[in-house]
């Protein structure tokens, strides 16, 4: 079964300034895809950034960017500028590729503060 | 594209009472799923329907769970015997085939008295 580790719990970042969320998972399979899902208070689940397993090339959506090291099995996210708005639980989470396989499996999540 | 509705937003119930809930999907996605989020934890998966057909059930779906999808458009929750431990965010998520990703609604959080 996959598993997916978010070690830090909360992180804090002064506004405009960067930060970067870590994640690691564990998988055999070797085409999947990587999520970034952000969780504002009361708010629903929206989709950040998303990485197929099989690019190299690291995915980038405006201010976020993720650092995708497949050997390691890694996958950070990069929060470039950061606004007040981006205070939130953010979870990585991930979905294997196998026709079966669609649900997400989470990681425990990262709430990030932004001071102004 | 108006998202994905989940009804009631917040529902408090005695323990031993059935509650129900309703999620109704983005309306071209074929694809449902149900989640189950406790505080300061991430979503857990519960069960998964293409269509009509619940194609995957998780075994954190006890007997006292059970979810249907007729005519494969919106989906339903319902728990038996309610118990204390199943307080938590119950969050429905939709999306279309293929490696499209998931798309949640708020969430229906369950209160056990």
């Known amino acids: 079964a996959q598993t997916v580790t978010q070690s830090q719990p909360e992180m804090s970042v002064q506004e405009a300034e960067t930060v970067t969320l870590s994640c690691t998972y564990d998988?055999?399979?070797?085409?999947?895809?990587l999520f970034w899902y952000k969780q504002p208070p009361s708010r629903q689940m929206i989709l950040v950034i998303r990485q197929e397993a099989y690019k190299q090339q690291n995915a980038t959506e405006n201010r976020f960017s993720v650092n995708f090291q497949k050997a390691a099995k890694s996958f950070s996210l990069k929060i470039s500028d950061s606004q007040l708005g981006d205070a939130a639980m953010y979870f990585c989470a991930y979905r294997s590729a196998q026709a079966a396989g669609n649900k997400l499996t989470f990681g425990g999540g990262t709430r990030v503060l932004v001071k102004p | 594209d108006t998202g994905v509705s989940q009804n009631p937003r917040h529902k408090i119930t005695k323990r031993g009472q059935n509650v129900t809930f309703r999620c109704d999907p983005i309306s071209e996605h074929n694809r449902l799923y149900w989640y189950r989020q406790t505080l300061g934890q991430g979503p857990e998966f519960l069960t998964y329907f293409q269509n009509e057909a619940q194609l995957e059930k998780s075994r954190l779906l006890s007997d006292r769970f059970s979810a249907e999808r007729p005519k494969g458009s919106f989906s339903t929750l319902e728990i038996q015997r309610t118990e204390q431990g199943d307080s938590a965010m119950y969050l429905c998520?939709?999306?279309?085939?293929?490696?499209?990703?998931?798309?949640f609604g708020d969430g229906t959080r369950l209160s056990i008295l």
């Open positions: 998988t055999s399979e070797s085409d999947y895809y």
């Open positions: 998520a939709s999306s279309r085939g293929g490696a499209q990703p998931q798309h």
